[in-house]
Every structure is written in C-alpha cells, then in structure tokens.
C-alpha cells in the first residue's frame, strides 16, 4: 500500500498505460481520478475494474488541452477529494498518419494538434494540480526517447515530447520543495502504436532493443508508482527511460 490514503489524477487513463496506472495506484491504496476526454463508456470500465478489486475513485471526462474543460476537472476534483497528492500526465494525442510522414507532409496543423495534448496539456494539468497539492506531493509525465537521443519517425510526437522533457526539469526547480516532478521517456511499448508500424519497423525496432522485446503497460505502471510514491522521496527533475537499452548510444 504504497499510495495508501493519498489523492490521485491520472490523465488519459481510460485504455492502455493510462489505464495500468489507475488500477495499480488504487491497488496501492490511492483514490483514483480516471480522465478521459470522451463522455460515457470512456473510463467506466477502469473505475469498474478498480472497485471491484476493492479500490476508490471516480471518472471525470475532459479535453486536457482545453482550459475550460481542465478548470472544470479540478473543480470537481478539488470538490471531491479536497487535494491532490499525485498528477500523472498521461494523456496524449494518437494518430497513425503522424507517425511516417517526412517534413514535406508534416503540416503546422498537425504540430498545433499534438501540442495542445502533449505539451500544453501537461501544463495546463500541472497548473491546475499544483493549487491542489501540499507539501510532499508527485507530479509525473510522460516523453519518449526519439525526444531524448532522435529518430527517423515520429518528428511530431517526439518535439512535443521534449516539450515535456523540458517544462519537467524546468517545474522541477520552481515547485521544489514542495512537489517533486519526474518524467517517464518510454522506448517501445506493446500499445495500440505498435499497430502503426509495418512488419519491417516492428523487425527493426525490436533488433534496435537489447533486451529484445517491447516493454509492458505494466512495466510503465510500476516506474509510475515509484516516482509517485515516498521510495523516490529524493528523486526530482529526473527523466528515466523505460526502453530496454533502446536509448543506449
């Protein structure tokens, strides 16, 4: 019961590694927000798999990078719970025909699209989060390693993840001492994205892995726990990937 009796909000948690995060930190003792941008079913299947394996929380729908939509989250959050202990931000746009484009079909479009989740969502979270939180609090996100060491794929999604990589260090060190804030880069992870990719890109991301296979939601859930939980009490500003070796230059 690592989280026990802590708050906590997990954006883009109703499927994938958004998901194995709430369900884990309800099982660590953690009430849990489930968010998703969608209205109902979106979510309910989480909430349903947290109470019935005994946990606490609640689903609030809303586009994290709308304001509006995030000012009302937190109201209801602050309405709910009182505070906030842990922020993870999860959330993030999916759109496989980002993913191969060059620079001749990358538009500016596409860029203010994958920002506005990626990027500013995760500030407008963490702005709204850190009214809510106290002394000893988490705030986690999530980046990539094409943020971290470049690739030929994914130019889009990779620049607002290192967006992310630097707000991370940059909150770090202004919301120090009281909220610590880490970044997870994942390498390549058995989720609905390893659809995008053609038999060649999945040989070969695999042949670029030491350790020779894809990583896990789980595997992301259980680093998440970590960085939220009081084991990494003296851990701030820190980007940690979860990639096999991937990033290893």
């Given at each position: ?5 802590k708050k906590?909000?997990?954006t883009?948690?109703s499927?994938g590694i958004?998901?194995?995060?709430a369900?884990?930190?309800a ?5 849990v ?5 969608g209205g109902?079913?979106?979510g309910?299947p989480?909430?349903?798999?947290i109470?019935a394996?005994?946990g606490?929380g ?11 939509s ?7 959050v602050?309405?709910?719970l009182?505070g906030?202990?842990v922020?993870?931000?999860v ?8 993913w191969?484009?060059g620079?001749g079909?990358?538009t500016?479009?596409?860029w ?11 500030f ?17 996100n ?12 994914g ?5 607002a993840?290192g ?15 009281k909220t610590?804030?880490n970044?997870?880069?994942?390498g390549?992870?058995e989720?609905?994205w390893?659809?995008?990719l053609s038999?060649d890109q999945?040989?070969?991301y695999?042949?670029?892995?030491p ?5 896990k939601?789980s595997e ?5 726990l970590?960085l939220a939980s ?14 096999g070796?991937e990033?290893i230059r």
């Amino acid at each position: 019961m690592r989280l026990d009796g802590k708050k906590a909000l997990v954006t883009g948690s109703s499927q994938g590694i958004g998901a194995e995060v709430a369900k884990l930190f309800a099982k660590e003792g953690a009430t849990v927000v489930v968010n998703h941008r969608g209205g109902k079913p979106h979510g309910e299947p989480v909430l349903d798999a947290i109470q019935a394996a005994g946990g606490k929380g609640f689903v609030v729908h809303a586009d994290v990078s709308d304001q509006s939509s995030v000012d009302a989250m937190f109201v209801e959050v602050k309405r709910k719970l009182g505070g906030l202990d842990v922020l993870v931000n999860v959330a993030g746009l999916a759109d496989p025909k980002l993913w191969n484009l060059g620079i001749g079909g990358t538009t500016l479009e596409m860029w203010e699209r994958v920002f506005a989740v990626d990027a500013f969502g995760a500030f407008l979270c963490t702005k709204g989060a850190v009214r809510l939180m106290k002394r000893g609090s988490s705030i986690v996100n999530v980046a990539s390693t094409p943020a971290l060491v470049g690739d030929t794929e994914g130019l889009v999604y990779a620049s607002a993840k290192g967006a992310v990589v630097s707000m991370t260090r940059m909150l770090a060190k202004m919301l120090a001492p009281k909220t610590r804030v880490n970044c997870m880069a994942f390498g390549s992870m058995e989720t609905t994205w390893v659809d995008w990719l053609s038999r060649d890109q999945k040989r070969s991301y695999m042949e670029a892995i030491p350790l020779g296979r894809f990583g896990k939601p789980s595997e992301a859930a259980s680093l998440a726990l970590f960085l939220a939980s009081d084991e990494s009490s003296f851990i701030t500003g820190q980007i940690i990937a979860l990639d096999g070796g991937e990033a290893i230059r």
